[in-house]
């Protein structure tokens, strides 16, 4: 299984006090390349884990690998952000919005089921996720 990361799918596996981490615990064990992302994810994760050092430490194992740079899709992401501007998309939004249209055999991986079920890949197309089970 491929997949993009997302920032509540890399916090809950990070973190034992969130609600979804036997989920993603679980979900991870089920993954036998690195699952990609892109930096402000990576960001995010840090601030909510309140500690940059997880987020090394999932770089260096191999969890996750950077797959975007923003610098080379600034038009789309700024075209993706205006498009969406009524669900006030942060950037970690619309680059995980772009990598599914990069790397559309990839399912991304996260906590947000309120916003991907809204924002779409190639402007018409849903993008797959996978997200924890629903309580």
């Given at each position: 299984?491929?997949?993009?990361a997302d920032t ?128």
């Amino acid at each position: 299984m491929k997949g993009i990361a997302d920032t509540g799918f890399l916090v809950a596996f990070m973190s034992r006090q969130d609600r979804h981490h036997n989920w993603a615990v679980g979900l991870a064990e089920q993954f036998t390349e690195p699952l990609l992302t892109c930096e402000a994810v990576l960001a995010e994760t840090a601030f909510h884990l309140r500690n940059c050092v997880p987020v090394f430490t999932l770089l260096k194992q191999r969890l996750v690998e950077l797959a975007f740079d923003s610098e080379d899709h600034v038009a789309q992401l700024e075209a993706l952000a205006i498009c969406y501007a009524d669900q006030q998309p942060d950037l970690a939004d619309v680059c995980l919005i772009r990598m599914s249209e990069l790397f559309p055999e990839h399912r991304v991986i996260t906590t947000d089921r309120r916003d991907f079920a809204v924002y779409r890949r190639n402007k018409r197309d849903v993008i797959p996720v996978i997200l924890p089970p629903e309580r």
